[in-house]
């Protein structure tokens, strides 16, 4: 090897040799790298070995402690048992968040509004909210009562911790031995968890949440607390909320002086306020105080001496029968009223508010629903359903929330999110029409795919060319896909806030279809800007609010904001044209009235999940939708049947005896001389007859001459009576 250079050394230790084919040199490594080089092998093989070394030290160990026989047994269980217990916790952890959510900001503060509610007419009908000052300690309870409540309620509530296993496999037990439910297993905290936070919806969802929330509180409070606050807050009929106001409506009693019997009946109304409220079925009230007392001895509260007494002797309640209390109806107006309250600057808490409410139509659409779930609702599957009904001035005359109060105070009316199915059609229609298209302009109902959805129409199949009023009364879906693809379904989505619809839209491509969900509400309140002729629906349910004392705090024809245009007058013209044709050439025929014409859409989901109709007269504008809370199936019932039918036997008895009203924009407010499309089962009911009422002309005259009488000094009792008649004749009824 031949060195090229002898300098090498002092210019950096480059060695080279020469390429034997090339003869040019060829540079080596520096040795400085070698160096690092071999330094990280052997570190390398160092760490490696000594790792070895200590690995083999650890196992050697180890061996001492490998189980063997029986105790690998017992190890191996225990090392199952904590690997499933951790992934149970992360699980837990995951089913908990939404019931952390629910609790994020503490209890739910009782509200310091106290509020007696008045129909139109000034008739009391009902009472809400609760003065803290008012509450009776738990202390004060008689102790009869509260062994009562816990004997039928939830006897081991001192010794669980929210969630009883032992009473619940007791109740499963029990249940299975019967063939159904017979007994629940839901504790006290349980069904406080459910009043405070959550709702009546038989759903997995809730039942976890609940059970979550149970323990939550007791956690963060004592279990006096706990019982406190359920005698205080849970529903007892009637439209009462707690023990206190039970004993007041049913006993005209204090809590405090009621008798053994009196408190056996007051406890058996938890389970079943409406089932077994005195003043509606005392028979049924008076076998249920008599299991109260039997549960009473068996929990050992009590000896069979202590109690025959109140067995021979029942509890007699208070007539209370002509009392027919609107409670979905007062829990919508009493959240109105503190709205109003907090908006206007009114620092009152204790108010009476004239609500808008029709005791006579809510009569009517009471008896209208009822009567349609308990004939059809076997067939049809279905359990539930809920009705909106506003008048032209947008008041809510009527409100059904579900089929009983007593057991759900859930209001499906306003609080359930339901998809609307093909009654969502009329807002795109709307956009398209205060876009500039008419009724006659046609659409190409043809194949339409938007990413890789491909809509489809009832029927599945297409009919060409057709006009915009013929799609909407044939209900055709790609035709209304299309439409919102052209107007811009976020445009579509914007127009039916404005009309009112309140639950949030998502505006996306099967938007048009009804997949976004809405309220009962948010249909009858968008419905009523097409009844109003393009003018918003104006909804609300108070009319005036006063003090104790009389003096008025707010009035709705003073403080609303005046009526503002949603759409032209020749969109809602085109509407309400289009709308008609729906009821009389379309898929709503069986809503036809014999007084008067109607408009309006029927909606029917996916699945048959929701049945919906929304329409209007010149009168009235009514949403109704049937489903069940569980979100089953129904068996194909669609918006023209069970919705139409029940909105058409409703409406056929609202408009006796009152003055007809045309929708706007119709040049011929009478319908033709047909006989209505009504399905009715054999030796079924007539319609139903309209509670006699002052017609809004009366209304009117009635409240100006009380205007006029309110600002005029008294009366001297002389002169009236020697004030002669200005008439003989009698005066014309209205």
Known sequence: ??????????????????????????????????????????????????????????????????????????????????????????????????AMKVTANGLPQQTDYSVLFLDRHGNEIGRRGILRSDAIPIDEMPDQFVKAVLATEDRRFFEHWGIDFFGLARALNENARAGGVVQGGSTLTQQLAKNLFLSNERTLDRKIKEAFISLWLESHLSKREILAMYLDRAYMGGGTFGAAGAAEFYFDKNIREVSLAEAAMLAGLFKAPAKYAPHINLPAARARANEVLTNMVQANFMTEGQVVAARRQPATAVDRSAVASPDYFLDFAFAEVQRVAETSGITHRNFIARTTIDTGLQQLADESMEYHLRQFGKSYNVGEGAMVVLDDEGGVRAMVGGRDYGVSQFNRATKALRQPGSSFKAYVYAAAMQAGMKPGDTIVDGPITIGRWSPQNYGRSFSGKVTLASALARSLNVPAVKLGQKVGNQNVAALAKEMGVESPLRGDKTMPLGTSEVTVLDQATGYG???????????????????????????????????????????????????????????????????????????????????????????????????????????????????????????????????????PYMDNPRPEERKPVVASAEGAPPTPVRPATLTSATQKVLGSIADILAGAPPLDPEKVASAQPLDDKPARRQ
């Not at 690997?83 to 699980?91: I, R």
Request: include cysteine.
């Open 1 to 98: 090897m031949d060195v090229v250079g002898s300098d090498a050394g002092q210019r950096g230790w480059l060695l080279s040799v020469r390429d034997p084919l090339t003869q040019k040199p060829k540079r080596r490594m520096p040795s400085r790298l070698i160096e690092v080089d071999a330094w990280i092998d052997s570190s390398l093989w160092r760490f490696f070995h000594g790792f070895s070394q200590v690995w083999e030290s650890i196992t050697i160990a180890s061996r001492r402690f490998r189980a063997r026989g029986f105790n690998k047994v017992v190890v191996e269980l225990a090392c199952e048992g904590l690997t499933l217990g951790l992934a149970g916790f992360v699980v837990l952890l995951a089913l908990a968040q939404p």
């Open 529 to 663: 800007v097409f009844a109003a002729g393009g003018l918003d629906s104006h909804r609300h349910a108070v009319l005036q609010l006063s003090d104790t004392s009389g003096n008025i705090l707010w009035d709705a024809t003073r403080d609303m904001p005046p009526r503002r245009r949603i759409l032209s007058e020749q969109a809602a013209r085109s509407m309400n044209e289009m709308l008609v044709g729906v009821a009389e050439n379309g898929t709503a025929r069986k809503a036809l009235l014999s007084m008067t014409r109607v408009a309006g859409k029927t909606g029917t989901t996916q699945g048959y999940r929701d049945g919906w109709f929304a329409g209007f007269t010149g009168n009235f504008t009514a949403a109704v939708w049937f489903g069940n809370d569980s979100f089953k199936p129904t068996n194909k019932m669609t918006g023209g049947s069970l919705p139409a039918m029940a909105w058409q036997r409703f409406m056929e008895a609202a408009h006796q005896g009152i003055e007809l009203k045309p929708i």
